[in-house]
Every structure is written in structure tokens, then in C-alpha cells.
């Protein structure tokens, strides 16, 4: 997973660039964890009760949520769009979309993350 720490040149604020399979860490880590203290310690708290569970467990956010199941930790948009109601014509653009605002990996690897983060703040 590549991704780089920045701060906004306007506000100060961290913010967090990743590689296009893992894009929606960067907005997930800015909007749902920011430089909140309490808010990397329920993270670290998931992913401890992780290692011991076998169950998915899941971090609801405002606009983003992180799930854990069997050592893969997944961030996804909750907008996340469902294709019951749509036409057909419009069925793959959404499966684009969600694609987009998904993304998944090793709880190690976002271990490793969520410390540089800590640490760029």
C-alpha cells in the first residue's frame, strides 16, 4: 500500500494520499479518524478484539466505515449504491463507482498505516 502525508497548505490540516487501489483510505483516515486521539484508539480497539474473534467486526463512521474479518481489514463509502431499482443502462456505472469507494487490506498493513499517521499528527 503506497500513500504519503501531507498537510493543507490553507488549514493545517494532515492529509493523506494513497494509490488508486487504495484510495478511499485517504478520505476514510482524514474525515472518519482525522487527529482524533479517540478515534485511533477504537480502531486499534477493533483491530485487538480482531485477533481474537473470529466474527466481523465493523467501525461505523459518518461518511465511511472499516470492517475486519479473518485479518483482512475493508474501508468502504456508506453510500455504497445498491442496483435493485436502477436501469440496466445505469447498473455498470454503479458497479464503478462502488469499486471506487471500497478498499481492502492486511490488518498488519493497516496497523503499520495507522501508526505513520499517528505519528505524522
Known sequence: ?????TLDFINGQPCAEFNLEHHVFGPWLESEIGTDQSKFNAVQALVNASETRSDKLQLNGKEYSLSIEEGEA????????SDQDLPERLIDDVD???MNQTASCGVEDLLEMLSAWHQFW
Open 1 to 5: 500500500m503506497d500513500y504519503q502525508f
Open 74 to 81: 475493508t474501508v468502504f463509502a456508506n453510500i455504497i449504491c
Open 96 to 98: 464503478n463507482f462502488d
